[in-house]
């Protein structure tokens, strides 16, 4: 399927949808999950902990209290304090997909999953997560948004885009 790159804060992005860089606990911590429990409110946190653990890979959809969207999809990429691997990352990636759809969300705003702090090599990440995305067929989402908050991340992910495009 089609999707866009963007860059910004996720946070403050409006769509029916929006994904969490999990660890397997779905306790809440800094980075994109930090971002996104501080716009959210307390309730974000309490509810998505109260719904883990999920196996590594694995999703599970919260409230998306105080965001722009209906829904936070918290997913797995990695163990609590741990390192992302490729099929970890594979596998959150397609099931957040998945889950959306399921959902019948129609737009989907998602970040680099396992790039951060859970170690995995930025380049090889967002590849893994762009083929996934272009290899997904939907029934619902129409717009899906692959984000960067900075500027030098989002003109690699935009690079590493054009390349799985081909």
């Known amino acids: 399927m089609e999707f866009e790159v963007i860059q910004g804060d996720i946070a403050a992005q409006s769509a029916d949808a929006l994904v969490n860089a999990a660890n397997t606990s779905l306790r809440m911590g800094s980075g994109v999950a930090g971002a996104l429990k501080r716009a959210a409110g307390s309730g974000l946190n309490d509810e998505a902990v ?19 969207a209906e829904y936070v999809i918290h997913a797995a990429a990695m163990p609590p304090g741990g390192q992302s691997t490729a099929e970890s990352i594979r596998n959150a990636t397609r099931n957040a997909l998945a889950e959306a759809d399921a959902l019948n969300c129609e737009s989907l705003v ?6 951060g702090i859970a170690g995995f090599d930025f380049e090889d990440g967002v ?7 272009s290899a997904f067929q939907p029934d619902s989402l129409t717009d899906v948004r692959l984000i960067a908050y900075s500027e030098d991340d989002f003109v690699e992910i935009r690079r590493v ?6």
């Open 127 to 133: 590849r893994i997560i762009c083929e996934e995305i």
């Open 50 to 68: 109260a719904k883990g653990p999920v196996d590594l890979g694995g999703v599970a959809t919260t409230d998306a209290y105080d965001l722009d």
């Open 110 to 115: 998602l970040p680099a999953l396992g790039c």
């Open 161 to 166: 885009a054009a390349d799985v495009r081909g």
